[in-house]
Structures are given as structure tokens and as C-alpha cells.
């Protein structure tokens, strides 16, 4: 539950604050106390697209009455003001989709030699939605051919997004009867852009369909295309064990934080950092080895196919520098806080910037370079054994871990639930009808310090699964769950109800699912489009008994997702303040006429409760309507086990990679 007299639900984390406290240093949520926001622009009724002002619309009936100088009304202006953030968050999931799709490209054609491709099976499947022959040709061409054909949805100007048939049918319907599929990517952010430029669209319904249109570039272009060219490049993710925590820092090792989103540098630091030269450098510097750790996406990605540790989401990242124990901070894009660089002045810690998008004063900047990767990743890692040696006895330090098992993807999901011959979604479908499982919550998004941080990721979690609800988690969400010790097959035992316990030991899965980074969002898409597709559940994404929530949100990137599972017909909440509270006339498209055109919705709820209240509540009601039984709470016991957790526990790799369909 949202505790106001902690800053951290993370032990560790609130450890590391009160230690910086006890120091002087300062981290954000000292100044999130501080700063406080301006309740003008945090209501959406500020607009500054123009030098006629910024305008400030408030005041009594500041909703019918109050206009800028242009005449932009109230609901005008929060409208413009939102759809500029969904696309703003479109545009970085994309672009970071892009930089993926030129890997993939190089990969195929050697000019980047360090990159291979490791799931040729989901690379033919690519190809087969993206419609490009495969017979007789080899994996790098059809790469190269899948790459292009992605590349060239970016700037796409007519036509349908290529994924969006993806969907189920009749959620593709929806979106033509609405005008609401993408053309291509850049066209529909290029467009959003234009439409809120000063003096074109006027009309908040307009310019919040177009937040829905935008945002599914994102969903189903940017972000589905992310992930999938990630699996076929580093590997389909299957569970993997690790730990989770600040704590992982490691005294007598080199430690080297790997944080940011796009994983390509990573990957190649997870590989370089197992080479002997690379272990013999750092035991001469006087370290034992290297210790690789990750943090935010960056640590998904690499949890997820290679079990490196996390040292948590975003709001932890000053504190893996005051640990004192960070020889370096290698970042690329997205979610980095400037303030790590002056924590760093504090600290012997390198923060070592790696993309041309994302430089930072104080930082050293190494540039990567996709053609010779590899060798930009011994840079950094010699940067951070050299560094070994000016480590100061200063920091704060904690070991403290909690285990966790990572790397659900939407093909495991599938395998786990029949194996590599009757793989399907049946099981799960199947408990949902019967009322075994509830309902699933996706719970996902960022850390914010106005907010204790996982304090509600945690409590929601836990509701959940006490209430038989299935959880799937991604980015900062999973995250708290992980450090929080949700993501292991015995929470399942001690803290689920007793129907959604006895699908996870008949499975031997945790009750809660990490299905990877922020752009993994669209695993959840691909997950309830099988569980729509396998039947019993309706036809349609928003007939399912299940909701997303994003409670602890900052970045636009979580308002692009938010849009995104609400025009594929999902009921989506999000925690703290709306971005557009002061008008009520975008508050209404947004619950009310986005549900009626595409059954989907979106409400800002700040009480915990009430997020979990209307939440099952929800699902409860899409139960009816598909003529589910009704839930009953304890109704059903663990009766039978299929693997027991001893034995799952076992193996070490529970699917090997050419198994995963
Ligand atoms: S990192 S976008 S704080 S989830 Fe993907 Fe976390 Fe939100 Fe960044």
C-alpha cells in the first residue's frame, strides 16, 4: 500500500536514501519534496506552443469561458497537450525500433559481423507475416529482406501498418470504421506533430483520436517490431533465474552497470565481459572479475536472455552510484537521469554515454558504432577495470538480493502451457473459464518519486494474485516485483489464492510474469490476441476479463502504452494525477467516448484501492458478459500437480531456444 512515511518500498533502495541523507547528497526524491509541480501545467491547461504565450487557462468555468490568446479553448489546449506527449513517447519506442531494424540489416549483410541471428525460427515466422517468401533462401537473406520491409514502415506514407493484422479481426475492424490504422510510423508522429501546431486542429475529439491513432504506430509498429527483431538478434527469452536488487554490487569485483533500452551495446558488453582477456585485465587492475548489472529496459533485456542481474528501475539509478561500488554507468537512450552524472562527481564512478542522441555533461562519451561493436564494448569495460582502482571506501553499501525468475515470452507462455508439441493458450483459457484465474492485470510502467516508489506496483501485485488474478508485468514494474521477491514460483504457494495456486504449480510458473522491457509491451498485446484467437474468452481484445494499470507512471513513453492497450479495446488505469485533469471535456473522450468507439478506456485513479476495486470490478463484469461462472473466491483448492516445484526448480533451462515455437 502507498506509504507516505517511506520514499522507498525497496528495502534496499531506502537504505541507500537515508544513507545519502545522512551524507548531504542529494537524489530525486529530495527533490521531487522540493520541486513542487506547477498545478497549471500538471493539469494540461498550459499551452506553450506558441510565442503568444505560454496561456494559462484557468480561473472560474475556465472550461467553457477561458481561451488563449488565439482563442484555443480549455479542452482545446489539454487535448493538443496530450497528444503531444503520446507522440512524443511514440516516437522513442520507434526510433529505438528503428536503430533495431538497421542492426538486424547489417547483421544480415556482415557489415555489422558482431551480430548474428539467433532465432532463425521466429525469423522465418516474421517473414511469413510480413508476407516475404522464404523457400530456398538463407537466414540473412530473409533477415535482410524482413529488415528492409520493416525499415520502410517507418515511412510508410500510405496504406496499413503491416502488423496491425496481427490483431484479431475484429479489433482491425474497430480501428477502419474509426479511421484509426497507422499509416506508418513517422507519418503518424510527423502528423501529431502537425495537428498541434498552432492554428490546425481545434476540435479535443479530433486530437484525441488521434492520440489513439498515433499510439498504435507505437503498439503495433514501433514497439512489436522492437521486440520481435531483439528476439531474432539476442534470442527468444525463456525463464531464466537471477537476483534482483542494489545489492548485487559486488566488493571485490569490477561492477559495471549496463542501463538505458536499446540492448545492442549490452548484449555485446554481457559478451565481452566472459572473455578471457577481458577477466585477466581486471584481475591485474586487483579485482576478482567483472560483475555486470543491469538497470531499467536495459536490465530487462539482458535478465531476460542471459539471467544478469537487475539493480532495479529507474528511481534506483543515483542509488547504484551512491553504493560507491559502480566503476561505471554505461547508458545509451530514454530514462537517464542527468542527475546520475553529478552523483557521479561524488563518487569514482564513470558514467559513460554511448549514443549521439544522448550525451550528457560530465559524462565520458564513447560512441557506438553497430560495425564494430564488440570492440566499443571492450572500450568501455577497460574504462571500468582501469577504474577498479580509484574505488574510495565511501558509499553506502548493502547486499542484500531476492531472487527471481525472468523471461516470459509470449512463445514460452505458449510452450509452457502444452509443451513443444501442444503448445497452446487452452490451459490458460480454460482456468480463466473455469474460474481458477480471474482475470490477468498487466501491471507496468515507471517508477515516479512523487509516489513511495513500488509501494503500489507491490500492493497491486500482491492484491492480485491474492484474488486469483493472473499478473504480467514489464519495465520498472517488473522490476518492483522482482526485488520484491513476486517473481518465483513459491510466491505463488505462499501469497496467490487457491485457484490461480494451482494453475501456477500445475504449470510451475510464478504468479506473476515478467515479460521484459517497456517495448515488451507488446508481448501483452500478443498474449491476449492467442488468448482471443484460442477461444472461449470472446472475439475480441476488449471482451477479455482483464485490465492494465500502470500506477507508479512519469514518461510519455507509459502515456504511448497506456493509448495503445486502450485502442486495442483494453480498460487501462493509470496512478497519481491525469496530464489533462482540468478539463473535463477531455476527461470524458477519454472514459466515455473512447469506450464507446473502441472499447477501451483510460482514467487517472491516485487511490491504491480504488485502482484495485475498479479493477476486479472490471474483470468481473467482462466475465459476465462473456457468461463465465462467476468467480467465487476460494472455491477452488490445489488438487493435483503436474511438476512440482522441487522438480521445476530443477532445471536450470526449462525450454531450450529451438523448442520455443
Ligand atoms: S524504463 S519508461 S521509467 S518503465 Fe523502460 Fe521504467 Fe518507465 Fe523508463
Request: proline share 4%.
Amino acid at each position: 500500500m502507498a506509504d507516505k512515511t517511506i520514499k522507498s518500498a525497496d528495502r534496499v533502495a531506502e537504505e541507500i536514501i537515508e544513507w545519502a541523507e545522512g551524507h548531504g547528497l542529494e537524489t530525486a526524491f529530495d527533490r521531487a519534496e522540493r520541486l513542487h509541480p506547477c498545478p497549471i501545467g500538471h493539469s494540461g491547461a498550459c499551452c506553450k506552443i506558441c510565442f503568444m504565450g505560454p496561456c494559462r487557462l484557468v480561473g472560474p468555468d475556465a472550461e467553457e469561458k477561458a481561451a488563449g490568446v488565439c482563442g484555443a479553448t480549455l479542452p482545446v489546449v489539454s487535448a493538443r497537450n496530450f497528444l503531444r506527449m503520446v507522440a512524443a513517447g511514440t516516437a522513442a519506442h520507434s526510433d529505438h525500433a528503428r536503430d533495431m531494424a538497421f542492426t538486424l540489416l547489417e547483421a544480415a549483410t556482415g557489415e555489422a559481423p558482431d551480430f548474428k541471428i539467433k532465432d532463425e525460427v521466429k525469423l522465418r515466422k516474421l517473414a511469413g507475416i510480413l508476407d516475404i517468401p522464404t523457400d530456398g533462401k538463407t537466414k540473412e537473406i530473409i533477415a535482410k529482406e524482413v529488415a528492409e520491409k520493416i525499415i520502410s514502415q517507418f515511412g510508410q506514407q500510405k496504406g496499413e501498418l503491416a502488423f496491425i493484422r496481427r490483431a484479431p479481426k475484429k479489433r482491425q475492424e474497430v480501428w477502419r470504421k474509426w479511421g484509426l490504422v497507422p499509416r506508418g510510423i513517422d507519418r503518424e508522429v510527423a502528423e501529431a506533430m502537425h495537428r498541434t501546431n498552432m492554428g490546425v486542429d481545434q476540435d479535443p475529439e479530433n486530437l484525441m483520436m488521434a492520440a489513439l491513432k498515433v499510439s498504435l504506430a507505437d503498439g503495433w509498429g514501433g514497439c512489436m517490431f522492437s521486440t520481435d527483431i531483439t528476439d531474432i538478434l539476442f534470442g527468444t527469452p525463456r525463464p531464466r533465474r537471477s537476483q534482483a536488487s542494489i545489492g548485487i554490487m559486488k566488493e571485490d569485483e569490477v561492477n559495471v552497470v549496463v542501463h538505458g533500452h536499446e540492448p545492442t551495446l549490452a548484449e555485446m558488453v554481457v559478451e565481452a565481459a566472459q572473455e578471457k582477456e577481458m577477466l585477466d585485465y581486471a584481475k591485474q587492475k586487483g579485482a576478482k572479475g567483472i560483475n555486470l548489472v543491469g538497470m531499467c529496459c536495459t536490465a530487462n533485456e539482458v535478465l531476460m536472455r542471459h539471467g544478469i542481474p537487475t539493480a532495479g528501475g529507474f528511481l534506483n539509478q543515483e542509488l547504484a552510484v551512491m553504493t560507491g561500488l559502480a566503476e561505471a554507468v554505461m547508458v545509451d537512450v530514454q530514462c537517464i537521469m542527468p542527475a546520475i552524472a553529478q552523483a557521479a562527481k561524488k563518487f569514482h564512478t564513470k558514467i559513460i554515454t554511448t549514443s549521439h542522441k544522448g550525451k550528457m555533461i560530465d559524462a565520458v562519451h564513447v560512441q557506438y558504432d553497430e560495425h564494430r561493436a564488440k570492440e566499443v564494448a571492450r572500450q568501455v569495460l577497460r574504462l571500468a577495470i582501469d577504474n577498479f582502482a580509484n574505488r574510495t571506501a565511501e558509499g553506502s553499501r548493502v547486499h542484500e538480493t531476492t531472487p527471481v525468475i525472468a523471461g516470459f515470452s509470449h512463445e514460452y507462455i505458449d510452450y509452457m502451457q502444452g509443451g513443444r508439441f501442444r503448445a497452446s493458450f487452452r490451459p490458460l483459457n480454460d482456468a480463466i473459464m473455469a474460474g481458477r484465474i480471474r482475470g490477468v492485470a498487466g501491471i507496468v510502467g515507471c517508477n515516479n518519486p512523487r509516489i513511495a516508489q513500488d509501494s503500489i506496483h507491490d500492493y497491486l501485485a500482491e492484491e492480485f494474485i491474492k484474488n486469483d488474478v493472473l499478473v504480467v508485468s514489464t519495465g520498472c514494474g517488473a522490476a518492483a516485483c522482482a526485488k520484491a521477491g513476486f517473481m518465483t514460483p513459491e510466491t505463488a504457494l505462499e501469497k496467490a489464492g487457491p485457484g490461480l495456486r494451482e494453475v501456477c504449480e500445475a504449470i510451475g510458473i510464478p504468479p506473476i510474469l515478467h515479460l521484459g522491457a517497456c517495448v515488451d509491451n507488446s508481448r501483452i498485446l500478443t498474449v491476449a490476441t492467442h488468448m482471443v484467437n484460442e477461444g472461449g474468452l470472446g472475439d475480441d481484445i476488449s471482451d477479455l476479463p482483464a485490465v492494465g494499470i500502470a500506477p507508479e507512471w512519469m514518461s510519455e513513453k507509459a502515456l504511448a502504452i497506456g493509448c495503445y492497450f486502450v485502442a486495442s479495446g483494453m480498460y487501462v488505469i493509470f496512478g497519481s494525477e491525469s496530464p489533462v485533469e482540468a478539463s473535463e471535456t477531455v476527461k470524458h473522450i477519454k472514459r466515455n467516448v473512447w469506450e464507446e468507439r473502441v472499447g477501451g478506456k483510460l482514467e487517472f485513479v491516485a487511490d491504491p484501492d480504488e485502482i484495485l476495486k475498479k479493477s476486479l470490478e472490471h474483470i468481473d463484469k467482462k466475465r459476465d458478459a462473456l457468461k463465465l461462472r462467476k468467480y467465487e473466491p476460494g472455491r477452488f483448492g490445489v488438487e493435483r500437480k503436474l511438476m512440482s516445484m522441487a522438480d521445476r526448480r530443477k532445471l536450470e533451462a526449462i525450454a531450450k531456444p529451438h523448442e520455443i515455437k
